[in-house]
Structures are given as C-alpha cells and as structure tokens.
C-alpha cells in the first residue's frame, strides 16, 4: 500500500515556473515507477511524466517536453515535477501516481494523490 500527497500547486503567471511534490508513505516507494497526470477542467486526465524506480528513465509528454523536468529521492520517498515556462494550457490539477511499470495509461497505475491545484494566468 502505498499513500501519496502532492503538495506545490499555485497560481503563477505565464512563463513561470512551480515545484510540484509528491511525498510517498510506505516502504516499497522506491520500487514503483511514478507517474504524474493532469487533468484540465472538462478534460480527460492526461499523461505528463514518469521516472523509472532509480530516476535512471523518464518519460514526457510531447505537449511539456523540455518545459517539464520529473525527478526522484528515494531516500526522502518523494516525487518532484519542475515545471518552467507555464503556459495558460497548462492549467489543471496535477496528480502523481505510482505503478509497477511505465505506462502513459492512467488506468494502469495503482495509487493515486488527490491532486494539486496548477492555475496560469495569461
């Protein structure tokens, strides 16, 4: 079992920038990949990036390419997402999850946070 908290989440204005946390509970942490999906209002929750257990792989969305940076501390059993360069677009809640293996399917992983809010003013 695995509990997740993100915390991070603001209103900043177009071309800034936010650390999102994900703070995990349990031992296991450094055995999952983790995943961090947004969902928009009236939109479906999407995929924006993974890290692999040893932070060795991760994984972007094209939409957040080279804006969005996934990083990990196993030793502090958390999760981060930098996010630079917010566009209006990216506004949503941002929610990070942990799985067995990579997968940009949000189905397919096994504990989710209950979201940090992300707002981007133009």
């Known amino acids: 079992q695995v509990q997740l908290v993100e915390s991070g989440g603001g209103l900043v204005q177009a071309g800034g920038s936010l650390r999102l946390s994900c703070a995990a509970s349990?031992?296991?942490?450094?055995?999952?990949?983790m995943g961090w999906f947004r969902q928009a209002p009236g939109k479906e929750r999407e995929f924006a990036a993974a890290?692999?257990?040893?932070?060795?792989?991760?994984w972007y969305a094209d939409s957040v390419k080279g804006r969005f940076t996934v990083s990990r501390d196993n030793a502090k059993n958390t999760v981060y997402l930098q996010v630079n360069s917010l566009k209006p677009e990216d506004t949503a809640v941002y929610y990070c999850?942990?799985?067995?293996?990579?997968?940009?399917?949000?189905?397919?992983?096994?504990?989710w946070g209950q979201g940090t809010q992300v707002t981007v003013s133009s």
């Open positions: 890290i692999s257990w040893n932070g060795a792989n991760t």
């Open positions: 999850a942990a799985g067995r293996l990579y997968t940009n399917t949000a189905e397919r992983y096994d504990y």
């Open positions: 349990g031992r296991t942490f450094s055995t999952y990949v």
